[in-house]
Structures are given as structure tokens and as C-alpha cells.
């Protein structure tokens, strides 16, 4: 069977034949039962621990399978190194335990009561946060500006953001729906950004390797290549499809992130770099269905928040700028995460038509206001 399975092009095969080949060197009684299953134990775990080097890469995709295979080895054999040590003397220890139970008893009690105090101090529960794939920019402009000023506002971000090469789309959409589950005003954008995955996939969604030549370089189906952004720092990210590029499983995976991006905190941080606009607030960390949770959770479109009350509107705005200018220079805190809620109203231009003055030349209430909304529209 392994060798069949070798020639259909499945290495797992060289494991059968191992197997096969320790069960006849035992049947001949070359080896003894004992060794038969030492030797099958360490046939298992090599090959565990080459699956592991192989499609978990601890280290990375970008390192090769050497250093992985290294880290999984010492992981995995230091791990039975352990447990071996505590099988050969759990005599001793088992006996040393019984003779102190005072001060063995202290060592689980003392772990108890560590974590209780440090449960106690924390105040927060520990819910880490999925990988969405995307992004949910949810920045504010003033309460005055209008529909069209916000309308160009948002296609300016849209903009911004698509120009940076990490992002696969970005759709924005300002105000509410034709819903009373939404009630976002029009100035608070919405921008769903949906960034690539660090590297290129296949059909089934999952990473493929294309095939490279002798100077690390993509080979493309159309003949031309390009460099590897996984092997060179100096190297401008290309637009390239995997429909572009030639399958290959003994190539190298193609990244479609730059160098200099790590993780998508970075392509975050590009986004708030690219979208500081006058006018537009900054806006935190957000993913889309995240954030449905915490705004139903907290109504704020935050996971933290401050809820101030006074006794009017002012009062309140005032205190918020003050409290806003504070929170930005606590240690850990991003400027760009803290931001007070403007609550001013709308400003309006209210204008007194004095009936007796356009009397006297022979004008209209209607004519007067014709005009001035031809130059309010002009001038807006």
C-alpha cells in the first residue's frame, strides 16, 4: 500500500512502508516486540512533527520548512522529554509528595489564590476578537455639514482607502436606511473594507504555491516574471491575480501583502493614515460584525466608552473636549481611538425682510426671497 501510495504521488506512503518493513524485520525475529513498538513510536511522531512544520509554519510561511521543522522538534521532543522524565521518577516524586503534603498542598493553593487576586484586579472578561477578514471605518463629520459636502466627503474616503494595495474593496454608505433600527445621522459614514488575505489562495480557499525560477523570481503564464515579495524588501507590490500565475507544489507562496505589512493592525493603521480629512474624525478599530455586537451591547460604537450628563448640552460638549484632550495621554491609549461627540445643532441663517423698505420699490415678498435663494444655493 505505501508504495502505491508513493507512486500516486503521496509521500505518507514512506510511512506504510516503515511501518511494513519494522512488522517483517519482527515477524523474522530480528527485533523484539519492545523495539518493534519503539521504533513504530518514533516513525509516528517524526511524521507528526513534519505535518506539523509542514501546514501549521509556527514561525511563518515566509520561513522555510527547515526552521519550522526545528521549532516543531523542539516543541514536540522536549514536550515527551518531560513526560518521559516524570514516568521514569514519578516513584520519587510520588513519594516525596506523600512525605510533605504541607508544602506540596502550598504549591496549587498558592496558584489558586494568585489567580483569584488576578481575576479580581483585571475587571474584564477575556473574549479575544475573531479575524473578520475586514474592516469597518466608522468616522463623523460636523452635524452641519451638508448632503452634498458629506456625499463628497464619503467618496473621498472610499478613495483613500482603495488606494492602498492591501485592500480587496471597500463600499460606503452615509446615514441611515429606510429603518428605524438605524438611526445613524448623515454625518456618520460607514465604510466596509475588505482587505486580501496575506496570501494568495486558491479555488478551495486555501494557500497555494506557483512555481518560481532559478532566481526566486514568479514565473507568469504570459512568460514575463516578477520578484518574490517574500525574498526582497526593495520590491513594489504588482496587482497580480492567481488566475496570472502558474501552480506549482514544489514553488513558494505569493504574498500579496508589502514587506513593511505584518499583520492587519498595519493595514489599519495605513487606513487611519490615508483618511485623515478636515472635517473628519478619527475612528477606532472596528469590524463589521463586531461592532453590531457591541453596539447592541454598550449602544456606543466603541467597546469602551464615557457617558457624561450636565445640566445642558454645552456643559456637556464642553466637558467632553476637556475629557477628550486627557484620555489622549493616558499610557496605552491611540489619539486617534478618543474622540468626543460634538453635540451642536445646526447652524441656520435667519433673515428679516423688511416689507416697508421693498414696498417702496415696488417689490414682492416672493421676488426678495426668489433671489436669495438663488444666491444662498449659489454660495452653499
Known amino acids: 500500500m505505501g508504495i502505491v501510495a508513493i507512486v500516486y504521488g503521496y509521500w505518507l506512503g514512506l510511512i506504510l512502508i516503515a511501518f511494513g518493513i519494522t512488522a517483517l524485520l519482527n515477524l523474522q525475529s530480528k527485533i523484539t516486540d519492545k523495539q518493534a513498538n519503539l521504533i513504530n513510536i518514533i516513525i509516528s511522531v517524526s511524521a507528526i ?57 502550598s504549591v496549587p493553593t498558592a496558584i489558586v489564590i ?23 471605518l466608522m468616522p463623523t463629520s460636523m452635524p452641519h455639514s451638508g ?51 496575506e496570501y494568495m489562495l486558491n479555488e478551495n480557499e486555501e494557500r497555494q504555491r506557483y512555481k518560481i525560477n ?29 488566475s496570472q500565475l502558474i501552480e506549482d507544489n514544489d514553488g513558494e507562496f505569493y504574498r500579496n501583502w508589502r514587506p513593511e505589512i505584518q499583520s492587519p493592525d498595519d493595514i489599519w493603521n495605513e487606513i487611519v493614515r490615508v483618511t485623515k480629512l478636515p472635517g473628519v474624525t478619527s475612528a477606532p478599530k472596528l469590524q463589521p460584525i463586531e461592532t453590531r455586537l457591541v453596539m447592541l451591547q454598550t449602544g456606543m460604537r466603541a467597546p469602551m466608552g464615557i457617558k457624561v450628563k450636565g445640566q445642558d448640552l454645552k456643559q456637556i460638549e464642553a466637558f467632553g473636549v476637556q475629557l477628550e484632550d486627557i484620555l489622549k495621554q493616558a499610557e496605552g491609549v491611540k489619539d486617534e481611538a478618543v474622540f468626543a461627540d460634538r453635540i451642536v445643532g445646526k447652524p441656520y441663517l435667519l433673515i428679516d425682510i423688511d416689507r416697508e423698505k421693498i414696498a417702496r420699490y415696488g417689490i414682492s415678498i416672493q421676488d426678495v426671497q426668489d433671489v436669495l435663494k438663488l444666491q444662498l444655493a449659489e454660495w452653499y
Request: glycine share 6%; proline share 4%; with cysteine.
Open 49 to 105: 512533527v513534519f505535518l506539523l512544520a509542514e501546514y501549521w509554519r509556527p514561525l511563518g510561511i515566509d520561513k522555510s520548512i527547515f526552521w519550522n521543522l526545528i521549532f516543531v522538534s523542539v516543541i514536540c521532543f522536549g514536550l515527551l522529554g518531560v513526560f518521559s522524565l516524570f514516568i521514569k521518577y514519578y516513584t520519587r516524586i510520588l513519594k516525596w509528595c506523600l512525605d510533605n503534603k504541607l508544602l506540596f498542598l
Open 214 to 242: 532559478e532566481d526566486g523570481l514568479f514565473e507568469l503564464k504570459d512568460g514575463r516574471f516578477i520578484a518574490n515579495p517574500n525574498n526582497t524588501k526593495d520590491v513594489t507590490l504588482s496587482v497580480i491575480k492567481n
Open 147 to 197: 448632503v452634498e459636502e458629506n456625499k463628497r466627503v464619503l467618496q473621498q474616503l472610499d478613495m483613500a482607502v482603495a488606494s492602498i494595495p492591501e485592500i480587496e474593496t471597500v463600499v460606503g454608505k452615509a446615514g441611515r436606511t429606510e429603518s428605524a433600527l438605524d438611526p445613524a445621522p448623515l454625518s456618520m459614514y460607514e465604510n466596509i473594507i475588505q482587505y486580501k488575505p
Open 114 to 136: 494568585a489567580g483569584f487576586f488576578i481575576m479580581k484586579n483585571t475587571g474584564k472578561e477575556f473574549m479575544p476578537s475573531l479575524n473578520e477578514g475586514s474592516f469597518l
